[in-house]
């Protein structure tokens, strides 16, 4: 796919600007995490009236989780509803390329 002015606009912004680059991994991220939830809540053929059931919570909060509107997430509810939707969680943790970050303090041993 040739890249377009605005595509190159947009990559020169986050190369420019490391926290925004940040924000927009961030972000997308979260937003495939939302897109997962729907495609495997469509792929069971479920409502989200049906869902909520399953959960124990309302349709409303079904279409905020799938929305991204819910804040603070917790790996609980996530867990609950990938359960309910026969499938499973993993999360990782990988190191963000080029990003160098300082060794942790040691920490001392009280006594």
């Given at each position: 796919?040739?890249k ?5 606009w ?6 420019a600007?490391?926290?925004l680059?940040?924000a927009?991994?961030d972000l997308v991220?979260?937003m495939k ?11 069971r ?6 869902l ?16 991204g509107?819910?804040?603070n997430?917790g790996?609980k509810?996530?867990?609950?509803c ?5 499938a ?8 963000i ?5 300082p060794?942790a303090?040691r ?5």
């Open positions: 796919m040739k377009t002015a605005f595509m190159r947009i990559d020169s912004q986050l190369q600007d490391p926290d680059a940040q927009v991994e991220a979260q995490l939302e897109q997962q939830i729907v495609a495997l809540r469509e792929k053929g479920l409502t989200q009236r049906q909520a059931k399953l959960l124990g919570t309302s349709q409303p909060y079904v279409a905020k989780l799938e929305s509107r819910v804040r997430l790996v509810t996530l867990v609950k990938a359960r309910a939707l026969g499973s969680v993993s999360i990782t943790m990988e190191p390329r080029g990003k160098v970050t060794s303090p920490l001392r041993k009280a006594g």
